[in-house]
C-alpha cells in the first residue's frame, strides 16, 4: 500500500451506500477499478434526484461551471454529497484547482466540506 493510504476502500471512504442514487461527472474511466466496485445499478436515471455526486474537474473554470449546473440538484435534496476531485500535485499534470479553490467556493455558498481523501495516486478528493 503507498505511503499515505489509509487502506479504507475508496466506496466506503466517500459513504456510498447501496440505497444511493449516484451521479458520476468526469470521472476516470477505471473509476469502479478506484471504488473495487461497480455501481452502476446505482446511477440515477432521468428525472432522479442523485444523494450522491462525484465531479472530476481539471481546471478552477470547469470546476465553477460544474457547480453552477449543480445548483438546482443541490435544491431538491438538500442533504446531497457531493465530492469534488482534482490532480494531486504529484501527479505532475497542469491544474490550478486546490482544495481552498474547492473550500472557499463552498463557504461563499454556503456549502460545508466535510472531509478530504485521497482517490488514487492520481486525484484527491474533498466532500
Known sequence: MPAGYSGTPLLKKLGIKPEMKVVLINQPTNYYDLLESNISNQLCKKNETPDFIHLFVKT???????????????????????????????????????????????????????????VNEMWSGVD
Request: net charge positive; glycine share 0%; with cysteine.
Open 60 to 118: 478552477s473554470k470547469e470546476f465553477e461551471t460544474e457547480m453552477k449546473k449543480l445548483k438546482a440538484v443541490c435544491k431538491k435534496n438538500t442533504a446531497i454529497t457531493i465530492w469534488v476531485s482534482w490532480y494531486k500535485k504529484s501527479a505532475k499534470i497542469p491544474t490550478d484547482v486546490t482544495e481552498d479553490v474547492i473550500r472557499n467556493y463552498a463557504l461563499k455558498k454556503d456549502l460545508v466540506d466535510v472531509k478530504v481523501c485521497a
